[in-house]
């Protein structure tokens, strides 16, 4: 994201980004590209009980750990959200979340909408929450991308395919929505929403003082 003068004259808060869609609308897809354009973003990593996909990273893409670990970090209350998905856990780890957001950084989410409703309804961070819904542009291409993606089985495939019209369901529970037709339209469309929500008056820290100091000059 190109630098923006005047940005940066005084602190802000930081802002959890949550994207939720569907799985094959192409959200993680946006992520990616979205995190590779705007420096300030850090990805939130989750944790999951799911088996590790070919090509996935420990630790970049997931904290892979099995069932015992993941309900241990739940008792020890580690998590900030978690849910279980398609018959696994899948987790935000808070301490991260937490340190990021301490360093001024902005956090992009990729979590399902029982998550994104914990989040929402924390007191201490739902202000800080902004919430995106991805649309699959057709259910054909829903279809092609979850078969193309080529690591699931048939079975996973299939059994995704079946929760989709629940998953979609959730979308008015989010602030915006964007219909994955084009992936660098919809990284745009992230990328305008982001500005915007950054330019908020209430995640500014330091703006009374900032006009203040302008006032006392004119
Ligand atoms: P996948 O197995 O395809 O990586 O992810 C399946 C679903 O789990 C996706 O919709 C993804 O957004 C969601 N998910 C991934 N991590 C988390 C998490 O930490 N918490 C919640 N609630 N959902 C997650």
Redesign the pocket.
């Known amino acids: 994201m190109r630098h923006i003068k005047g940005q940066g004259a005084f602190k802000r808060r930081g802002l959890m980004l949550v994207l ?2 569907p ?1 094959g609308a192409g ?1 993680t897809t946006i992520a990616r590209e979205i995190l590779n354009r705007d420096p300030n973003l850090v990805m939130s990593i ?3 009980t ?1 088996s590790i996909r070919p090509g996935e990273i420990e630790g970049k893409d997931y904290y892979f750990i099995d069932k015992k670990d993941f309900e241990a970090r739940i008792n020890s209350d580690n998590f900030i ?3 279980r ?2 018959d696994n856990y ?3 780890p808070k301490d991260p979340v937490e340190k990021a957001m301490s360093a001024g950084h902005d956090i992009l989410f ?3 909408w ?2 994104t409703q914990q989040l929402v309804s924390k007191q201490n961070i739902m202000q800080d929450v902004v919430t995106i819904f991805i649309l699959p542009p057709n259910v054909s291409e829903l279809e092609r991308r979850l078969k193309n993606r080529a690591q699931d089985s048939l079975a996973v495939v299939k059994h995704r395919m079946s929760k989709v019209s629940d998953e979609l369901s959730h979308y008015p529970e989010y602030q915006y929505v964007i219909v994955n037709s084009e992936i660098r339209d919809s990284v745009d469309q992230v990328e305008q929403i982001l500005s915007a929500e950054r330019c908020k008056i209430e995640r500014q820290i330091g703006l009374h003082d900032f006009v203040q100091n302008l006032r006392n000059l004119s």
């Open positions: 939720s869609s799985s959200k989750s944790a999951t799911r959200e978690y849910a998905v398609f899948y987790g935000t990729d979590i399902d029982q998550g």
